[in-house]
């Protein structure tokens, strides 16, 4: 059974920094993307970074330049460098994984491809 559980939401001020930590289990994809989603209240889940097994990389437009995405495969554990924070970053941060049947396909980007969620972990800027 995959197992993802989220961690490093805090509250901090604009400008600020937090790195979140997703530690992954009970998986076996020859090939898969894992990705950082976001959910404010009232909105809909929003895909944040994605990262392929292979390292390729893509980012929402709104978090370019501001977020990092990596993952330590050796650990099974998947960060999140959030950086130059603003007030509208503020949402619950979600760790998730899909299997990719190829190396050729881009990680998808909507909620509703991806299969495993954890429980998510708050972040909250204040102005």
């Known amino acids: 059974e995959v197992r993802l559980v989220e961690s490093g939401g805090d509250s901090v001020q604009t400008g600020g920094s937090l790195r979140l930590s997703c530690e992954a289990s009970?998986?076996?994809?020859?090939?898969?993307?894992m990705a950082w989603f976001r959910q404010a209240p009232g909105k809909e889940r929003e895909g944040v970074a994605f990262?392929?097994?292979?390292?390729?990389?893509r980012y929402a437009e709104s978090v370019k330049g501001r977020f990092t995405i990596s993952q330590d495969s050796g650990k099974n554990t998947l960060y999140l460098q959030l950086n130059s924070l603003k007030p509208e970053d503020t949402a619950m941060y979600y760790c998730?994984?899909?299997?990719?049947?190829?190396?050729?396909?881009?990680?998808?980007?909507?909620?509703?491809?991806?299969?495993?969620w954890g429980q998510g972990t708050q972040v909250t800027v204040a102005s």
């Open positions: 998730t994984i899909r299997q990719l049947g190829s190396m050729a396909f881009q990680c998808p980007i909507q909620s509703t491809d991806y299969n495993y």
């Open positions: 009970g998986y076996n994809y020859m090939g898969y993307c």
């Open positions: 990262i392929r097994r292979d390292g390729r990389i």
